[in-house]
């Protein structure tokens, strides 16, 4: 009898040891599973952070360059531009000289200032935190400028470089690695970048 009792207590201590092993498995792969699609969640909202702050640059340095005819790497300047330059305000009406009631003008009836006109539907923005890469503890963008001969003309030109280094260090650091190598290996920049020294574009590779 006691022989059949320990017969039936080391069977119900295995049947729980494989319990508890098909557990842990089924846990490790699960998160094998969830792992990299966790890590591609976190990749895509942190691209879209970033990627927003980079159009509200290029939206800020093509109106500087309408008024300087070139870009400017300067913070400083470029919001002292923001917060001080006007642009017009202009609404259509007719010609007064045409007999025919069919042509129209435009009329520039007041100037306003460019951050209003850019950001007074945004409250929340703080225009100095533009300048910040988020993630990346306090980072800024370092931007680029240059002028360059494109066709006998010179045109000026700017590039925003951001390595996934910059805003992903706190995530797994081979999976950083593996995701730069995997851009290098098919000639992409490893991050989020825009424009280009080299030709005339402000385009992002997110776009």
Do not use: C
């Not at 201590?13 to 699609?37: H, T």
């Not at 609404?91 to 306003?112: E, L, Q, W, Y």
């Amino acid at each position: 009898m006691q022989g059949k009792n320990s017969f039936f207590m080391k069977s119900n201590i295995l049947k729980i040891v494989l319990a508890v092993v098909v557990v842990v498995l089924g846990y490790l792969l699960y998160s094998s599973i969830m792992k990299p699609i966790r890590f591609q969640e976190e990749l895509d909202a942190r691209n879209l952070q970033i990627v927003n702050k980079l159009k509200d640059i290029r939206t800020a340095e093509n109106f500087f360059k309408q008024f300087h005819n070139r870009y400017t790497s300067n913070y400083d300047s470029l919001f002292d531009f923001l917060k001080t330059g006007k642009i017009p305000v202009v609404k259509m009406v007719a010609d007064p000289t045409d007999t025919t009631f069919t042509r129209s003008i435009t009329d520039t009836i007041g100037f306003i200032p460019i951050a209003d006109s850019l950001y007074s539907k945004r409250p929340d923005f703080k225009m100095e935190d533009m300048a910040i890469i988020p993630f990346s503890e306090g980072r800024r963008f370092e931007i680029k400028t240059d002028k360059i001969d494109k066709g006998g003309v010179i045109v000026s030109v700017m590039e925003i470089l951001v390595p996934y280094e910059y805003y992903l260090h706190d995530l797994d650091k081979q999976d950083v690695i593996n995701l730069s190598e995997r851009m290098k290996g098919i000639n992409k920049f490893p991050g989020l970048k825009m424009g280009s020294l080299t030709e005339a574009s402000v385009d992002g590779n997110w776009e």
